[in-house]
């Protein structure tokens, strides 16, 4: 038992507006701004859940889920630069679709060397449907993100097993948070930064200040997760 109780929306939802204000805060620390606020905010959540504070569950989280997320997108590209994008478009496609190339790679491999018949056996699909559609779902939340990890829980059914799908929930958040923190790091690595492709020409040099580069998510304001990634000033 929670210290919030699952049915009061209202204390449900003012928690979730406190994380996600703190992690804005923290975000201008020096450590916090290596994470990024959507990996602190997903990071405190997981761990106010296992102290008991907020709920595991709760219908609040459903509302979150189903209206604000899906919301936050087009919310996103309202403060997007058009011009920045057209012409940016190109090797960020190209990027997008090695990086989903590699996802669905991961996920095949793991289909194949993993038993994965006894997971979801409560949704209610046989076993030759469901392994495929677990795998499918992990491929679209590490693709797209959470709106596609909701999405595809509800089109495949795996949704109707609160406990798979509880625990794919709780292990998509933890290892997405981690290996965001990973990503964050990164560009703060010397190791990196001697070998990255940098033009480091006299003539731009002088002209261009030097700046550091973190990785933010579309998400950073405000949502959890959207599967893309930006590298920006």
């Given at each position: 038992?929670?210290?919030?109780?699952?049915?009061?929306?209202?204390?449900?939802?003012?928690?979730?507006?406190?994380?996600?204000?703190?992690?804005?805060?923290?975000?201008?620390?020096?450590?916090?701004?290596?994470?990024?606020?959507?990996?602190?905010?997903?990071?405190?959540?997981i761990a106010l859940a296992n102290l008991g504070v907020i709920p595991k569950s709760a219908p609040a989280y459903g509302f979150v889920f189903h209206y604000i997320v899906p919301l936050l997108v087009p919310l996103f590209?309202?403060?997007?630069?058009?011009?920045?994008?057209?012409?940016?478009?190109?090797?960020?496609?190209?990027?997008?679709?090695?990086?989903?190339?590699?996802?669905?790679?991961?996920?095949?491999?793991?289909?194949?060397?993993?038993?994965?018949?006894?997971?979801?056996?409560?949704?209610?699909?046989?076993?030759?449907?469901?392994?495929?559609?677990?795998?499918?779902?992990?491929?679209?939340?590490?693709?797209?993100?959470?709106?596609?990890?909701?999405?595809?829980?509800?089109?495949?059914?795996?949704?109707?097993?609160?406990?798979?799908?509880?625990?794919?929930?709780?292990?998509?958040?933890?290892?997405?948070?981690?290996?965001?923190?990973?990503?964050?790091?990164?560009?703060?690595?010397?190791?990196?930064?001697?070998?990255?492709?940098?033009?480091?020409?006299?003539?731009?040099?002088?002209?261009?200040?030097?700046?550091?580069?973190?990785?933010?998510?579309?998400?950073?304001?405000?949502?959890?997760?959207?599967?893309?990634?930006?590298?920006?000033?």
């Open positions: 038992m929670s210290l919030i109780s699952p049915d009061n929306h209202l204390a449900v939802m003012a928690a979730l507006a406190v994380i996600a204000g703190a992690a804005f805060l923290l975000e201008r620390t020096r450590i916090g701004g290596n994470l990024t606020a959507a990996v602190i905010a997903i990071l405190a959540s590209l309202f403060t997007a630069d058009l011009r920045k994008i057209l012409f940016g478009a190109g090797r960020m496609t190209a990027a997008f679709l090695l990086a989903s190339a590699g996802t669905v790679a991961g996920v095949t491999l793991a289909l194949l060397l993993l038993d994965l018949s006894a997971l979801g056996a409560a949704s209610g699909l046989d076993v030759p449907g469901r392994e495929p559609a677990i795998a499918g779902l992990f491929a679209a939340t590490y693709i797209g993100g959470s709106v596609n990890f909701a999405a595809l829980g509800e089109i495949t059914g795996l949704v109707r097993d609160p406990a798979f799908y509880s625990a794919a929930t709780a292990a998509d958040n933890l290892l997405g948070a981690l290996y965001l923190s990973f990503i964050a790091a990164m560009p703060a690595s010397a190791w990196l930064a001697k070998r990255s492709a940098i033009d480091r020409s006299p003539a731009l040099n002088s002209r261009a200040p030097r700046a550091r580069h973190s990785i933010r998510s579309p998400t950073d304001r405000p949502c959890v997760t959207s599967g893309a990634y930006r590298l920006g000033p």
